[in-house]
């Protein structure tokens, strides 16, 4: 009987075995079939399940934060990237790919920290030409850091409806009138060129335009008309799988003529312009002395690295597309990585484009440079708000050069939640005044605080804030033009005083002024918060405490308090706790985070666990956990019944090895 019983229990545990090996290689053969069907965001899941149930398949994850890259999900490939980020033996250069991902994710400061310790553990060939890129990007961070202080007030960023835009990528905007555009769409998973009017404040749903030729295969995008209206550029691009991509997708260029009310067939550029095996696009015309200049996008040979901006002429008194053999721009313009989306105004002699090779605060940003044909100024980054951490391209001014539009994968505002498509912007120079403004006042007496400081930060979704300006008022009240769309924290500081804080958001479209009165309490008295009716949010800490407060009662196991710091892609704060380690993998699942602990607040879920705090050192917020379940089953049924006793935003986090790591989906 004992020996049935301990056959029984190996082939049980063996049968475990086995099912967990074809649990994950069945992950892996599904990922592979949605990758090569094309569906990218599929097979990036599927590629991290895979792994996270077979951790030492780490080809697994590194496919997942390729995927992810591709798509420009910057956040979760970060998260996929940082597991493997010292293995550039294994896998080339995922160092400097994680570092960008935190980049482009805005996430400047622990960019630095990371080209920074990439560079100096790399040791592959090329050293001199990493450390000339590496150097760069970091000084495009520190460029990011300080861009939300130094943005153009003047200029105000603006997310068309869903007329123009979709879930799709929307892109190459080019605009006959100041209401009504042409641009490029991939709604039904085909680039092709559609046509929007304003009416009023909103833009009609796209539609082909009136009487342009069919074209029957590949993508048709990227369009551009003369001045006069008599010719249309555009590009023609191959099939390929998987996602559009408008920089890898090999393109031609076309173009079609005006004939009456009707479009001609196209006619495909000469060789010399559309050589075999490359990518010519972006075309953009002027007319100038006499001549059609054709600007345009290609990594043909005889440029400096990547996409080089070039340009082409014509004799316009001939009806031809004969034109002379591409110039290259010149190596004040072009850089060994990408420049692209070319849109030259006649009227100042500026070229506007994008570029990843110069100074970005992002990936492409967009430049100007003054000239004419290869001789041109250094180039300017416009800076915020026309660029972002993000993608920027496509910058293209309105006929009555009061305005324009441009392509972005960026966030907005609550109107774009991510950055896995890009979609169609508009700007408008002299846009509105947006400030905040408030007085300061002295508690007790109710007298105003003459002399005060008054810190304005930025809040970012991760909690993370960035101080954007610091300035001294001695007249009991303080203003700072801000820009829309983003959420603040203000902290006033004076002589004698705790210092106050509260938190807003600009993102009412109709509000022109934010903000509210402080009232400071003088040193050694009771803190009492100033109200905060504009954004809901955590409770700010005025001051730091030493460690945790625990108050007699508090269900939290006697230790000596210790130190760790946060391993996940969006939370490594540095934070204090009690709590006992454990190694492996656990979840505790997090109730709250405050500024001032009280047991009794928690109380009625004392039944359900362990009640934790811990300290975050930076920012005087405690947060508040329930632990420990050491399976991820039971951590989500206590989560429902947590949720039950009314914490409705409690979250379950992963820790290893005594580490916090990052929120459980």
Known sequence: MTRKLILLLVLVVGFTSLASAQSWRKLKKEADQAYEEGELADAADKYEQAWRKKRKKEELIHQAGELYYQLRDYRKAAEAYRTIKEKNNEFPLVGLKYARCLKQDGQYDRAINEFEAFMESFTGDGKDILQEIIQNEIAGCRLGMDAPAQADRDVEVLLPGDGINSDKEEFAPFPLSDNELYYSSTVGDRARIYASKREGTTWSKGEPPRNFPVIQSGHFCNGSMSPDGSRMYFTVCSNTKGPWNDIKTRCEIFVTKRVGVVWSQPERLPDYINMAGVTATHPFVIHQRGQEILFFSSNREGGRGGMDLWYASRDMGADNIDFTFPVNLGPVVNTLGDEITPFYNTEDQTLYFSSNGHTSIGGFDVFSAIGDEVSWSQPDNLGMPVNSSADDYFYILNPSRTGGFMTSNRVFAGQKATTTHEDIFEFAVGGRRVMVKGNVYDRQSGEPINDITVSLFQVFD???????????????????????????????????????????????????????????????????????????????????????????????????????????PNDDYEYQTTAPRHNGTYYKIQLAAVGSFKSDRFSNVADLGRVDTELILARGLTRVLLADFFSLGDARSALQKVKNKGYSGAYIVEYIDGERYSKVK
């Open 462 to 568: 991760d909690g993370r804030e960035s101080e954007l300006i610091s300035r001294s008022f001695n007249d009991g009240k303080y203003s700072y033009e801000i820009l829309p769309g983003r959420r603040f924290r203000v902290e006033v500081s004076a002589y004698g005083y705790k210092a106050g804080s509260y938190r807003f958001s600009s993102d009412d479209m109709n509000t022109f002024t934010y903000g509210q009165p402080i009232f400071l309490e003088v040193e050694g008295g009771a803190i009492a918060p100033s109200p905060d009716p504009t954004y809901p949010s955590e409770p700010v800490a005025p001051t730091q405490p030493d460690r945790p407060v625990q108050e007699p009662g508090v269900n939290i196991p006697a230790g000596k308090p210790y130190t760790a710091r946060g391993r996940g």
